[in-house]
């Protein structure tokens, strides 16, 4: 496939590699550290996306975008929508049409989408915007304009700049790394809730709404074994919500949810 931006080529190259790794962390065959911590970020993410989806008509007309393996596709379209699905990557593709081959997908990139002008109620894209850079970031949400019908809803995730798992720092040092051992590595898109808010209504949206879950130290202590991370986690959710809303501290959560309105 063409792209039409080398953060597109390295994202698809990188997800090529990763497909089977994410079947079998979607099928719960990974029970690694690693995994559990990303599926509790996961799970917060997938809380948030079903109190969006109550908000949408019944049957309406909902893009996934980025879809993968195409879990998260099966799981919207059981809850009764008209769920499609586009993936860049050909690994990842081939494995959602083998396990959803009832689910229309295509191989389109987020900028680029192969459907009709206001075709869509809703498009939602989870961790994909954040491989590509701020120009990408900015053509995939005019073509989501594009694509969704006067009143229709994005909801996408983004990594914040100023997490508290400090990947900003551990990202570009394992760039470093990449570059020096010739190893595929992908872009990461940082960015902040007042950047999104910008970005958004500068692509034509009327109103973009920024939701910061998931304690970004959780991860460092999941990097500490299994048992300490569930632990540590545990005691964070006694004592404070992971869903913040208040403006100066989402800013330091895990993922930035973005959700914006045509």
């Keep these: 496939m063409k792209s039409i931006n080398k953060t597109v080529n ?19 065959l990974d029970n690694s550290s690693k995994a559990r911590a990303f599926m509790l970020g996961r799970n917060l993410i997938i809380e948030e996306l079903e109190t969006f989806l109550k908000t949408l008509p019944q049957g309406a007309k909902i893009l996934d975008v980025g879809c993968g393996t195409g879990h998260l596709t099966n799981q919207i379209k059981q809850k009764g929508y008209d769920v499609y699905g586009i993936e860049p990557s050909s690994e990842m593709l081939k494995i959602a049409k083998k396990n959803f081959p009832s689910i229309p997908m295509r191989r389109d990139i987020s900028s680029k989408i192969s459907f009709d002008n206001e075709f869509f109620d809703a498009i939602i894209a ?21 694509c969704l019908k006067e009143g229709g809803l994005f909801f996408v995730t983004q990594v914040n700049a100023f997490s508290t798992d400090f990947y900003y720092f551990f990202y570009h040092l394992k760039s470093l790394y990449s570059l020096m051992f010739n190893k595929v590595k992908h872009h990461c898109y940082f960015t902040t809730p007042r950047a999104q808010e910008i970005l958004g209504k500068k692509c034509g949206f009327k109103k973009i709404n920024t939701i910061g879950l998931f304690f970004g130290s959780t991860r460092i202590a999941f990097k500490l074994g299994k048992k300490f991370g569930n632990f540590y986690y545990g005691f964070l959710s006694k004592i404070s919500k992971q869903r913040i809303t208040k403006y100066f501290y989402k800013a330091f959560c895990g993922h930035l949810v973005v959700i914006g309105k045509k």
């Design 126 to 146: 989870l961790e994909v915007l954040r491989y590509l850079d701020e120009e990408e970031n900015y053509n995939s949400l005019k073509e989501f304009h594009r």
């Design 10 to 28: 390295s994202a698809i190259k990188r997800h090529d590699l990763d497909a089977s790794g994410f079947d079998n962390l979607y099928k719960g």
